[in-house]
């Protein structure tokens, strides 16, 4: 079965073209990213540290300065294969899009809350009540949010399709940038669901060209890329511009341009890209999965951790939230596995299609699944 976020790109649509490599590399590196910055903020830089050298601030920093690449790539690249699914009819894209995510949002919410209950070390959101589950289940979505997201942003895509694009980006645009402003209260991670709308509808509304731009990536274009968002990004803290109006936005479209560009040139690495493309097809389970697995882990091992030598702290300093994400997304990957095995693919995908032939529920879309 499928278990991509987002569903695959067939040939059944005048001037869609067969599924693109980079766009699986694209979306296996930003799952890396998403779990990597998890590692790292809520259970790497939990640890006591006593090595007095300022190694995990920079790790911190790192996943930082990826904040306006994770997200809105993941959201760039969903909108690009949403494009066939919104022009189907509302009865089509409510079954296939709209209640699978939120199925599937409903479904691991509930799960998360179960096994999180459980660790209440780990430095993550959770419900503690019902009325905490019953706002993370409709106006604060927990940290499952980009399911909800998705389910959301179709239902604002197909409800908008007929008005003039300018019109529908500049209002998402603008959504965007006084989110960032910090002028909406945002609590849990409505922030991300206001500020990400935008990016979903570029992928939407500008699919030819952002396939073209894929197509042409060049090195120099690679590199003229790199060095925009690196300038931006320190533009934007020597500024200390960070909640400007419009500057977070701008600095996402750059760093969505160069996470674009760099897969598209990863994939001609097959050392590099193929992995990250196999991942690409795998993000569902690790999203889901992977904020309970690694709760868990905080809990057998913050301790060693924070009590180990000052040679031990300075290896795990350097190299913990690497080799630990890598154990996550794996242990993630056999879990799935074993789950499916069990004759659990309910938790995986939406139970009316339990039962069709593989890949079959995805027939003529231009959107491959969470995954």
Not at 217 to 227: I, P, S, V, Y
Request: aromatic share 10%; charged share 10%; proline share 6%.
């Amino acid at each position: 079965m499928r278990t991509e976020l987002t569903p695959p790109i067939t040939d059944t649509v005048p001037g869609s073209r067969p599924r693109a490599l980079w766009a699986d590399t694209a979306k296996g590196a930003c799952i890396v990213l998403v779990v990597l910055w998890h590692v790292v903020m809520k259970d790497y830089l939990q640890v006591d540290w006593h090595i007095g050298i300022p190694l995990p601030g920079a790790w911190g920093t790192l996943g930082e300065q990826l904040l306006p690449l994770r997200m809105p790539l993941f959201f760039t690249i969903s909108g690009v294969f949403a494009t066939t699914a919104l022009a189907r009819t509302w009865r089509q894209t409510a079954r296939s899009r709209i209640a699978k995510f939120l199925y599937l949002y409903t479904a691991w919410l509930l799960i998360h809350t179960a096994i999180l209950g459980t660790t209440p070390g780990f430095a993550t959101a959770r419900a503690d009540s019902s009325l905490a589950l019953l706002e993370q289940l409709t106006i604060t979505p927990s940290n499952l949010w980009y399911l909800y997201a998705l389910a959301v942003y179709f239902v604002i895509a197909k409800a908008l399709h007929r008005l003039p694009r300018a019109a529908v980006l500049t209002a998402a645009a603008a959504l965007s940038a006084i989110t960032a402003a910090g002028v909406l209260a945002t609590p849990g991670d409505r922030g991300g669901l206001y500020q990400n709308l935008v990016f979903f509808l570029v992928g939407v509304y500008l699919r030819p060209h952002i396939e073209r731009w894929a197509d042409t990536a060049t090195g120099r274009r690679l590199t003229g890329c790199f060095f925009a968002y690196a300038g931006a990004l320190i533009a934007m803290a020597v500024a200390g511009a960070q909640r400007w109006p419009g500057v977070w936005l701008a600095v996402g479209l750059i760093a969505v341009a160069f996470g674009i560009t760099a897969a598209a040139r990863l994939t001609r690495v097959p050392a590099v890209g193929g992995p990250l493309a196999a991942l690409g097809r795998r993000t569902l389970p690790i999203y889901v999965i992977h904020m309970p697995v690694l709760a868990l882990l905080h809990q057998l091992l913050h301790e060693p951790i924070s009590t180990l030598g000052f040679t031990g702290q300075i290896i795990a300093a350097l190299c913990y939230p690497a080799v630990l994400s890598a154990v996550v997304i794996a242990l993630c990957l056999l879990i799935h596995r074993a789950l499916l095995s069990l004759g659990a693919s309910w938790l995986f995908e939406l139970p009316l299609f339990q039962g069709r032939r593989p890949g079959q529920q995805y027939a003529n879309t231009a959107t491959p699944p969470v995954g």
